[in-house]
């Protein structure tokens, strides 16, 4: 297996700054409407550009100027068109004709997490209007400076132990690299009721806990098939990291359905046959996935942890299903701040880099492919040393085009997350 096989995955995307144009609700023509004469308009306005700046609002609120270039058009409107959690000011309609600048002013971010609003550009000319979506990013809220006391208590005090486990010694007949130590672990306390956020991304869904630092997480998940319509370029990973909810740090691993490796495409074959592989990465010291050495099928259960060690981080996959196992030790520095269960859509430069059909601000990212069954997480622990240890979930919802491609199922609390797991499901 060589890395050239794998795609690339990367940090959520957060549906934030222009996600591109489309010209929509062209009226045609009046059937009394007389010959073409130069130097008349004729048509639907067109929207040619729109740029905002500063693409990311500071989470304290503030000032995005958009900046649009047009013809055929008269006068021109901002309409939100999403339910933003922050409050939103735009400008009223008025007369433009080739440009149109605009401000809009966002309140400050209540959220832990970044958050977006979108809306429609309008332009219009008698009966005839063109509208463009865009969208306008606000970073997470400021984190509150904190101190921490510590108070010694007598020896004979009962110590909390923190709801995560190093991996288990692999079975017999497994592949194992072994770690160089065990993880070790502080107290894990969280907050008893942190806020459960609703959140759209491009390319993630799943659940993602705020606050940290972070020291260890693992987590059990199904392994889904890819659906019919899974293509030569498709690819869905199911994967347990730290870090990139806040940040383009990431350490990662899971598995991965795709229907290209090693530059065979499989659904060409007789009969058609998809590609599942293990993987782990490190961001941003490593851009692509490194697949392991073992065999993974569609229906398999698999169990990933990921601690910190003297040493580094050990990465650990085990295919419970197959009683196999691989084990690999990592540097990383990243700062921790989340804590994640997700599946996620492909980001591949080579596949879909300016490609019409991507979805976010970020083109490399591919429109999502069916997956079935539901995908199931379960088992999901993780340690650290802050008191409270989450301060925040961020529940993901994948966003695509104005549709929601995948969901994960809702859960009341954080105690029910930890005692539940999660689901998430192609909804596409």
Same mark, same amino acid.
């Given at each position: 297996?060589?890395?050239?096989?794998?795609?690339?995955?990367? /940090?959520?995307?957060?549906?934030?700054?222009?996600?591109?144009?489309?010209?929509?609700?062209?009226?045609?023509?009046?059937?009394?409407?007389?010959?073409?004469?130069?130097?008349?308009?004729?048509?639907?306005?067109?929207?040619?550009?729109?740029?905002?700046?500063?693409?990311?609002?500071?989470?304290?609120?503030?000032?995005?100027?958009?900046?649009?270039?047009?013809?055929?058009?008269?006068?021109?409107?901002?309409?939100?068109?999403?339910?933003?959690?922050?409050?939103?000011?735009?400008?009223?309609?008025?007369?433009?004709?080739?440009?149109?600048?605009?401000?809009?002013?966002?309140?400050?971010?209540?959220?832990?997490?970044?958050?977006?609003?979108?809306?429609?550009?309008?332009?219009?000319?008698?009966?005839?209007?063109?509208?463009?979506?865009?969208?306008?990013?606000?970073?997470?809220? =400021?984190?509150?400076?904190?101190?921490?006391?510590?108070?010694?208590? +007598?020896?004979?005090?009962?110590?909390?132990t923190p709801p995560?486990?190093?991996?288990?010694?692999?079975?017999? &007949?497994?592949?194992?690299?072994?770690?160089?130590? @065990?993880? @070790?672990?502080?107290?894990?306390?969280?907050?008893?009721? =942190?806020?459960? $956020?609703?959140?759209?991304?491009?390319?993630?869904?799943?659940? +993602?806990?705020?606050?940290?630092?972070?020291?260890?997480?693992?987590?059990?998940?199904?392994?889904?098939?890819?659906?019919?319509?899974?293509?030569?370029?498709?690819?869905?990973? $199911?994967w347990v990291g730290?870090?990139?909810?806040?940040?383009?740090?990431?350490?990662?691993?899971?598995?991965? $359905?795709?229907?290209?490796?090693?530059?065979?495409?499989?659904?060409?074959?007789?009969?058609p046959k998809a590609?599942?592989?293990?993987?782990?990465? %490190?961001?941003?010291?490593?851009?692509?996935?490194?697949?392991?050495?073992?065999?993974?099928?569609?229906?398999?259960?698999?169990? %990933?942890?990921?601690?910190?060690?003297?040493?580094?981080?050990?990465?650990?996959?085990?295919?419970?299903?197959?009683?196999?196992?691989?084990?690999?030790?990592?540097?990383?520095?990243? =700062?921790?701040?989340?804590? $994640?269960?997700?599946?996620?859509?492909?980001?591949?430069?080579?596949?879909?880099?300016?490609?019409?059909?991507?979805?976010?601000?970020?083109?490399?990212?591919?429109?999502?492919?069916?997956?079935?069954? /539901?995908?199931?997480?379960?088992?999901?622990?993780?340690? &650290?040393?802050?008191?409270?240890?989450?301060?925040?979930?961020?529940?993901?919802?994948?966003?695509?085009? &104005?549709?929601?491609?995948?969901?994960?199922?809702?859960?009341?609390?954080?105690?029910?997350?930890?005692?539940?797991?999660?689901?998430?499901?192609?909804?596409?």
């Amino acid at each position: 297996m060589t890395v050239a096989a794998l795609v690339r995955r990367g /940090p959520l995307v957060i549906t934030g700054a222009v996600l591109g144009l489309a010209a929509l609700g062209a009226a045609p023509l009046p059937s009394e409407a007389a010959p073409l004469r130069p130097g008349v308009l004729v048509g639907a306005p067109t929207i040619k550009s729109i740029k905002v700046t500063p693409a990311i609002v500071g989470g304290g609120g503030g000032t995005a100027t958009l900046s649009a270039k047009l013809a055929q058009s008269a006068t021109c409107q901002l309409k939100v068109v999403s339910k933003p959690v922050f409050k939103v000011s735009v400008p009223k309609e008025r007369d433009c004709r080739t440009t149109f600048t605009a401000y809009v002013k966002l309140g400050a971010n209540p959220t832990s997490a970044e958050r977006a609003v979108a809306l429609d550009l309008v332009a219009t000319r008698g009966a005839y209007s063109s509208k463009a979506l865009l969208y306008i990013s606000l970073a997470p809220k =400021p984190l509150p400076t904190t101190t921490t006391t510590r108070t010694t208590v +007598a020896p004979s005090t009962t110590t909390t132990t923190p709801p995560m486990v190093a991996p288990a010694p692999a079975p017999s &007949g497994t592949t194992t690299t072994t770690a160089a130590s @065990t993880p @070790t672990t502080t107290e894990t306390t969280s907050s008893s009721s =942190p806020t459960i $956020e609703q959140s759209t991304s491009a390319n993630w869904s799943g659940y +993602a806990l705020i606050g940290g630092p972070f020291t260890s997480v693992s987590g059990t998940f199904t392994v889904p098939s890819l659906g019919s319509d899974a293509t030569c370029s498709t690819d869905e990973s $199911e994967w347990v990291g730290i870090d990139g909810v806040q940040n383009t740090d990431l350490i990662q691993a899971g598995v991965q $359905e795709t229907g290209t490796s090693n530059g065979v495409c499989g659904l060409n074959q007789s009969p058609p046959k998809a590609f599942t592989i293990a993987w782990y990465q %490190v961001l941003p010291d490593d851009p692509s996935e490194v697949p392991l050495t073992m065999t993974v099928n569609p229906g398999d259960t698999v169990t %990933v942890s990921i601690s910190s060690l003297s040493s580094g981080w050990q990465v650990n996959v085990d295919d419970v299903s197959s009683n196999v196992s691989q084990s690999v030790t990592v540097q990383y520095s990243g =700062p921790a701040t989340s804590a $994640e269960w997700v599946s996620e859509a492909v980001t591949d430069t080579s596949v879909c880099a300016n490609d019409s059909t991507s979805y976010s601000s970020d083109p490399d990212i591919c429109p999502e492919t069916s997956y079935s069954p /539901p995908v199931t997480y379960s088992g999901l622990m993780y340690a &650290g040393g802050s008191n409270p240890l989450v301060t925040a979930v961020d529940e993901f919802f994948m966003v695509q085009n &104005g549709v929601t491609v995948s969901s994960p199922s809702n859960v009341a609390s954080l105690s029910a997350l930890d005692a539940n797991g999660f689901t998430t499901t192609y909804t596409g």
